[in-house]
């Protein structure tokens, strides 16, 4: 079946510094592939998203591209902020049966300043 | 933005009682709302789709006469555990779709349950 493997947590950084969060996925086709973003004592939230090989998504400084050869949708960011402290889904969406979102387990960032 | 309100965020029960979780669109119609379930480092795992006036759709291994799910309303759908044991201590996170025509996802912020 359909599954979501990340980057186990938590991370913690300085402000500034680079991120990446790896994600990497198995599908049956080819899924749409997401990020979520969950702040503290807030619902998760779309934070970015690609629907086909090589698309990239980005928003709010935060990249990922959709590597169909190794099967993954790395996050990065170049230089994080405090504000940016919260937990990161993964997430995958295969067009095909129930077109359902499958989740990674999240990994929880902290950002000190 | 569209918002979704979870209620409670969190919840400590004692073995054998049941505990019900609601789930709130503030500001649009949601006429399919999902339930998940999280253990700690784990994925969030689908429990049911519900839709607005019908039965929830469970998942495989998901029991549905533990895990009640009302959707009586275009608004608000509530998940009760039922005799709830330690093992259902988890997070539970609902999530509604906006289905105004946008069929985007909007999320609680979740609720943490501990039986004891």
């Known amino acids: 079946g359909n599954s979501v493997t990340q980057m186990e947590g938590p991370v913690t950084l300085s402000e500034e510094a680079f991120l990446t969060i790896n994600c990497t996925y198995t599908a049956t086709g080819y899924p749409s592939l997401f990020w979520y973003v969950q702040y503290p004592g807030e619902g998760l939230q779309l934070l970015l998203k690609?629907?086909?090989?090589?698309d990239k998504g980005s928003n709010k400084g935060f990249e990922a591209t959709y590597r169909k050869e190794t099967t993954s949708f790395h996050l990065e960011k170049g230089s994080v902020q405090v504000s940016d402290s919260a937990v990161y889904f993964c997430?995958?969406?295969?067009?095909?049966?129930?077109?359902?979102?499958?989740f990674g387990q999240g990994t929880r960032l902290t950002i000190n300043p | 933005g569209a918002v979704v309100s979870q209620h409670p965020s969190w919840v400590i029960c004692k073995s054998g009682t049941s505990v019900k979780i609601e789930c709130r669109s503030l500001?649009?119609?949601?006429?399919?709302m999902f339930w998940y379930r999280q253990f700690p480092k784990q994925s969030l795992m689908l429990m049911a789709t519900?839709?607005?006036?019908?039965?929830?759709?469970?998942e495989q291994g998901v029991e549905k006469d533990k895990f009640l799910i009302n959707h009586a309303s275009l608004t608000l759908s509530t998940l009760t555990v039922t005799s709830a044991h330690p093992e259902d201590s988890s997070f539970y996170i609902c999530s509604a779709r906006d289905g105004g025509g946008h069929e985007k996802l909007f999320f609680g912020s979740g609720t943490q349950l501990s039986v004891l």
């Open positions: 997430a995958l969406k295969s067009l095909q049966g129930a077109q359902k979102l499958v």
């Open positions: 500001d649009f119609q949601a006429t399919t």
């Open positions: 519900s839709n607005e006036g019908s039965k929830a759709t469970y």
């Open positions: 690609a629907t086909k090989a090589d």
